[in-house]
């Protein structure tokens, strides 16, 4: 059989019952628009959340004491026998690769300005917090540089604190009460917005020693170090536990790369959006189920005309091909449809809901007619093969 | 038509296909299996979460150090510190409460437990003596931290039971002295194996009393206040009594965020719940999928029986009988479909459950009855088509073939 002859039969055979053709299809359709979109959404989010994170830049080291994490939070933050000093960070500072080191202490305590009072976190950072974190002044200035263990009384406010407490005000040059001491604002950050449940811009940042003094702590919750990023994590990691060994005698903290976090977080959604994926191949598996019902059928009703096709000279290999090729074109139809289906929703929920992440790969809308099509294909074997097998001359004598 | 003979009729053809008949059991049985395990996936994980936060306690309210204005910043008051701590005083004052039966103040921190030449870093709770009673804790050996004025430092500590084993091997503990940074504490007590729970492994802490804790941290402030009401009915004025205290103690000041552990697993179970919904909901798409084949099939099966149709018509039947007849045999192949999920669904459950045993896999009973019962929905409604096709055909020109 040449190839045309081949190819016009098949579609003449669909074109035939178009109505049937269109249901089974549809059957496939649904199925592939599901997985589709599914992982259009978990690929969205994904993004989402890994932008959320890159965005305060991914060469970052957390030191944290102690070597317990729940929750994945390190327990030694909230309180330890090992504390990390001030004077830790310091010699941090002097380390090979390291380009920054930012000491943090975090809270919550009351700001209070000409009568208004407000309950915020309370950052304690050192000067190149801002720069660690690739977070913007929008006006005014960042804490200087000076020495961190004596530090002068400068406080800069997050964008909400800023408009909630001064209102029209400029806030640069005035007092605030911050926990019960006052503090001259120096700088307004830029507004940043929610990050992963974190209300940036409802924030003060401090002196970290003078926030460590205010908490009545002994120590640092965590020093970030920002690392040269040309450098291999594993050399910056060697020399912040050489130093802090050192100077400690054990290794009594936790080194978190962002690296490494970002990879956990990959993980974690590639799986989500897997299993998501999954249970929306279901209907693609009842789909191909769909094929297989229908060939079944086709099979029965034409058994004259397979015989017809076997009696005149086809092989038992061309019957076999026919129908399987039936099946993949009916299976492409659909997924076809259905990533057309599963490409307007995105995009219809892209209008409705701009907050939901939604993100279609290209590679994903090849692999899903792929895999339409190898569904199509062993859905299809069944029904060729015992079309392949009839007996010419008993499937014509049933005429 | 009588409703035997219709069942009867339905029967007859569902049973003529056997091959279409098991194809379209397994698409509809498939869906309703999906449904079923998926759900109860998502159901089990909501138990476990739910049972494992009951387990922490009965009705109990939390005190944090530390308010803030906008819900999102739960991070900074979960860890972070305040300028005025939460301190033992605050918590002994809240005794004064009437709703109140028993608490218990919290340090948590971090601290290397030591033990002749060996040594592991171990969380360290410190608490008084109430609190096994409201966190439901059991001893394996010996008895609990001391009662008496908490303000008192005993020397004394309870571990869990795996930190015993690391520590101690097969020797007895008991009356042994641990070390923790520059303080000595004797074992009086050893806690039973309980294994995870929400992240925190009971099985590897050290308890002391809180005034030790305090000066081994070398800190006033409390981490938490557990305090647990008299009944389920007196949670909610436990709670505004102690926000009450509390404010009349920080010179007015509400610097403290009070939680209740309702509140806190009301949330939990309604996202859960969403979220099993939604999930039992995608498998549902595959249900709409088997619906399009089941009309498809019959959409056949109507242009295959024309003269049988024509024969029932030319007998007298009527359209509507006609309709019920295709409805019957729809019905039928969904009963059977759902039959089929459901214990295929159950079977996946038991399965699942055998590898996970800890965890409650359970179908909730809404996806029991709406699985099948959106089965038989489709099913009915894509059978609307090829019934009325049916009911619609000419008996003359049915019977006449074509």
């Known amino acids: 059989m040449f190839l045309a002859d081949f190819v016009r039969f098949t579609v003449a055979s669909l074109a035939a019952h178009r109505l049937r053709t269109l249901l089974t299809a549809l059957g496939i359709a649904v199925g592939i628009a599901a997985v589709m979109l599914l992982t259009a959404i978990g690929e969205g989010l994904h993004r989402f959340v890994i932008a959320e994170f890159t965005q305060f830049g991914t060469n970052i080291i957390t030191v944290t004491p102690g070597t317990i994490t729940t929750h994945g939070a390190s327990l030694g933050a909230v309180n330890t026998a090992r504390p990390l000093s001030i004077d830790d960070a310091l010699a941090l500072e002097r380390a090979r690769y390291v380009k920054v080191v930012d000491p943090l202490v975090q809270g919550n305590a009351e700001v209070e300005y000409a009568g208004r009072g407000r309950r915020v976190t309370l950052y304690g950072v050192g000067a190149d917090f801002a720069t660690a974190l690739s977070m913007r002044v929008a006006s005014g200035e960042f804490l200087p540089h000076e020495d961190p263990r004596t530090p002068r009384a400068f406080a800069v406010l997050g964008s909400k604190v800023a408009e909630e407490l001064y209102g029209a005000e400029n806030p640069l040059g005035s007092r605030l009460r911050v926990g019960g001491e006052r503090y001259r604002v120096i700088g307004v950050m830029e507004a940043k917005g929610q990050v992963l449940g974190f209300d940036l811009d409802d924030t003060v940042y401090i002196p970290v020693a003078r926030a460590i003094d205010m908490f009545n702590r002994e120590s640092l919750m965590e020093i970030h170090v920002v690392y040269e990023p040309t450098v291999p994590l594993a050399e910056v990691e060697a020399e912040i536990r050489r130093i802090l060994i050192a100077r400690h005698g054990v290794e009594d903290f936790t080194l978190t790369p962002q690296e490494k976090m970002l990879e956990v977080f990959d993980t974690v959604l590639t799986a989500i959006t897997f299993a998501v994926s999954a249970i929306g191949a279901i209907s693609l598996l009842v789909g191909g189920i769909g094929i297989l019902t229908i060939l079944t059928i086709a099979v029965a009703e034409r058994t004259s005309e397979i015989g017809l096709l076997r009696a005149i000279g086809a092989t038992q290999r061309a019957v076999l091909l026919l129908f399987l090729g039936e099946a993949a074109l009916l299976a492409a139809l659909g997924g076809a449809a259905g990533l057309a289906l599963g490409w307007g929703v995105a995009w219809l929920l892209k209008l409705l809901l701009p907050a939901l992440p939604v993100h279609t790969p290209w590679l994903y809308a090849v692999l899903a007619e792929c895999v339409a099509v190898a569904v199509g294909l062993a859905a299809g074997v069944l029904p060729a093969r015992r079309a392949a097998r009839l007996d010419p001359l008993e499937a014509l004598r049933g005429e | ?46 138990l476990y979460i739910v049972n494992q936060f009951g387990s922490l306690g009965t009705n109990l309210v939390i005190v944090l150090p530390g308010r803030s204005e906008t819900a999102g910043a739960m991070p900074g008051v979960l860890i972070g510190r305040t300028p005025r701590d939460l301190t033992l005083d605050d918590a002994l004052a809240l005794k004064r409460s009437p709703a109140v039966r028993r608490l218990a103040p919290l340090i948590v921190g971090a601290g290397d437990a030591r033990a002749g030449a060996r040594s592991r870093e171990a969380p360290v709770l410190g608490s008084t003596a109430e609190l096994m009673d409201i966190r439901h804790m059991v001893l394996a050996q010996g008895r609990f931290l ?27 503990v008991l009356g042994e002295w641990l070390r923790i940074g520059d303080w000595r504490f004797r074992i009086v007590g050893v806690l039973a194996a309980q294994g995870q729970s929400l992240g925190f492994n009971t099985d590897e802490i050290v308890i002391v009393p809180v005034a030790a804790a305090q000066a081994l941290f070398d800190t006033e402030a409390l981490f938490r206040i557990l305090v647990e009401a008299k009944s389920r009915e007196l949670i909610a004025p436990a709670q505004s009594d102690i926000e009450e205290i509390l404010r009349e103690r920080h010179e007015g000041k509400r610097d403290v965020t009070v939680i209740t552990q309702d509140a806190v697993l009301a949330t939990f179970d309604r996202i859960l719940r969403a979220l099993t919904l939604a999930v039992g909901g995608l498998a549902a798409i595959s249900l709409a999928v088997a619906g399009i084949l089941i009309m498809n099939v019959m959409l056949i099966s109507v242009t295959q029986r024309r003269g049988e149709i024509g024969l029932l018509r030319a007998l007298g039947a009527t359209g509507p009988q ?3 007849a295709f409805f019957t045999e729809a019905v039928l192949l969904a009963l059977g479909g759902a039959t089929l999920g459901l214990v295929v669904g159950k079977l996946g459950q038991v399965a699942i459950g055998q590898i996970y045993p800890e965890i409650p896999f359970t179908p909730p009973w809404w996806a029991l009855i709406a699985a099948p019962a959106t089965a038989i929905v489709t099913a009915v409604l894509f059978s ?5 096709r049916a009911a619609r055909l000419d008996p003359v020109q049915a019977l006449s073939k074509r």
Do not use: H, N
């Open chain 2, 1 to 46: 038509m009588r409703a035997a003979d219709l069942l009867e009729f339905a029967w007859r053809v569902v049973r003529g296909y056997r091959s279409r008949t098991l194809l379209i059991l397994l698409a509809m049985g498939i869906g309703v299996a999906a449904v079923i395990a998926v759900s109860s996936i998502g159901e089990g994980a909501r």
């Open chain 2, 146 to 172: 001391p009662e008496g004025d908490p303000r008192l430092a005993q020397p004394v500590c309870v571990i869990g039971a795996k930190l015993a084993t690391e520590l101690f091997g097969p020797r007895p």
């Open chain 2, 322 to 324: 006609i309709r019920l």
């Open chain 2, 384 to 388: 609307v088509a090829p019934a009325r």
